[in-house]
């Protein structure tokens, strides 16, 4: 019977798959979580957060599921063992990933795992009853760690917090917070602080402005097709399905975009404590100070929104 269930949950459409791990597994799934076709969950407990996404055939089955909220799980992943597997909010764990959860694996808060990495935590191929070794142990990622495409991880490793792996790595040994590693085995080569930039609220303004322009430029130009105006100051002004659109910034310091009249407006924030003034009340807003913004339900704040998660990965947050 039980079999029948996972192949029922299997083959159900996204929108009945929620109902059913919910009615027939127990699960604890969140607000706003999307579950791909042919993905499939197994577990004695199973938590999805608010906002999660596991995307279309990619399968977890381990005695434990826990998905913190906004967490991503791509496609054709595959976790699987008899424990724990554990991903914070905001991380992603990229397509294609394998994981073995013969122990417990835990991955942090803001973390990504790129594709077709691999963690494992048993490794033998030859007989141990001969003298060959063989090792079981869990696997723990911190928090604000970039593991990069291809990247293996051994069984026993622990990465700490704040820590970049280049891709292709091997991990045969445990990174200390705060570093840089690459190469096989991984070795740190640099601190993490090395590639960070401090960012006033100038560079905050500018690193905004550069991915408004990139959005115009990838999605509304060369996905969609539209004809896009950049004033000086950065604003975009545009038709979509029939309706003016203005998205601009609004900066640290200085004047606002003239107001629109009856544009559709949206605007990237990057001044602490921001209100919208009377013009602009009933502008979409993503705060970049805060990382907070209305739940989308207009498509270009839903297209610029996933853009800058996909792209940048600022960790948004709905209000």
Same mark, same amino acid.
């Given at each position: ?34 579950i791909g076709w042919f993905a499939l969950l197994k577990g004695q407990r199973i938590e999805i957060g608010d906002y999660a996404r596991i995307s279309g055939f990619a399968m977890l089955q381990c005695r434990e599921v826990l998905i ?135 560079? $905050?303004?500018?690193? +905004?402005? /550069?991915?408004? !322009?990139?959005? *115009?430029? %990838?999605?509304?130009? #060369?996905?969609?097709? @539209? ?18 659109? $203005?998205?601009?910034? +609004?900066? /640290?310091?200085? !004047?606002?975009? *003239?107001? %629109?009249?009856?544009? #559709?407006?949206?605007? @990237? ?18 705060? $970049? ?31």
């Amino acid at each position: 019977m039980r079999k029948l269930l996972l192949a029922f949950v299997l083959l159900a459409p996204p929108w009945l798959k929620k109902w059913l791990l919910r009615r027939c597994f127990g699960a604890k799934i969140g607000r706003g979580v999307r579950i791909g076709w042919f993905a499939l969950l197994k577990g004695q407990r199973i938590e999805i957060g608010d906002y999660a996404r596991i995307s279309g055939f990619a399968m977890l089955q381990c005695r434990e599921v826990l998905i913190g909220d906004y967490a991503s799980i791509g496609g054709r992943v595959h976790v699987y063992g008899p424990a724990t597997f554990a991903i914070g909010r905001h991380s992603v764990l990229g397509a294609e990933t394998m994981v073995n959860v013969w122990e417990d694996v835990r991955i942090g808060d803001m973390s990504a795992i790129g594709a077709r990495s691999m963690i494992v935590t048993h490794g033998t191929a030859l007989p141990y009853t001969e003298g060959y070794w063989v090792k079981f142990a869990p696997v723990t990622i911190g928090d604000r760690v970039w593991v990069g495409s291809g990247v293996f991880i051994q069984p026993g490793i622990t990465i700490g917090n704040e820590c970049f792996v280049n891709a292709m790595s091997v991990v045969k040994r445990d990174l200390p917070d705060g570093s840089v590693a690459e190469g096989y085995p991984a070795k740190v080569v640099a601190p993490m602080a090395r590639l960070r930039r401090t960012m006033t609220p100038a560079a $905050l303004d500018d690193a +905004a402005r /550069s991915m408004l !322009a990139h959005f *115009a430029e %990838a999605r509304l130009r #060369r996905e969609w097709g @539209l004809s896009v105006a950049i004033a000086p100051d950065g604003a975009l002004s545009f038709r979509f399905h029939g309706r003016h659109y $203005l998205v601009a910034c +609004a900066p /640290s310091d200085g !004047a606002l975009p *003239a107001p %629109a009249g009856r544009k #559709r407006v949206i605007l @990237l924030a990057t001044r602490p404590g921001w209100s919208p003034p009377p013009d602009f009340k009933a502008a979409l807003t993503i705060d $970049l100070t805060t990382n907070r913004t209305p739940l989308p339900r207009d498509p270009i704040h839903r297209a610029l929104e996933g853009f800058l998660r996909a792209y940048y990965s600022p960790p948004l947050e709905y209000h």
